[in-house]
Nanobody, 122 residues
């Protein structure tokens, strides 16, 4: 397992942008695949984006495709989520997770951060 710490959340107007960061502490992040999930108030946690350990493979939920970009800098032990054209329905707590699996089901994630809140006002 690896300790993950998210940052970069905040309040933004609709149409704006935010960049979330997920830093791995104590252990290297480079050997793990990583993903972002989010949980809106009263809703279940949902998948947002996935990136392979080599920074080559990326996958997105349909709801964020073409607006969000996941990337990573293994030298900095950090994964990012660039969010553009934000909508009020993107409001949620965003969680970073790590896995040794090639899928992005929540059940295969072995490490989770505590989350960072993103609020998009209309």
């Amino acid at each position: 397992q690896v300790q993950l710490v998210e940052s970069g959340g905040g309040l933004v107007q609709a149409g704006g942008s935010l960049r979330l960061s997920c830093a791995a502490l104590g252990r290297t992040f480079s050997s793990y695949n990583a993903a972002w999930f989010r949980q809106a108030p009263g809703k279940e946690r949902e998948f947002v984006a996935f990136i392979g350990w080599s920074n080559v493979s990326t996958y997105y939920a349909d709801s964020v495709k073409a607006r969000f970009t996941i990337s990573r800098n293994n030298a900095k032990n950090t994964v990012y989520l660039e969010m553009n054209s934000l909508k009020p329905e993107d409001t949620a707590v965003y969680y970073c997770a790590a896995t040794s699996d090639s899928s992005w089901y929540p059940s295969v994630m072995h490490s989770w951060g505590k989350g960072t809140l993103v609020t998009v006002s209309s």
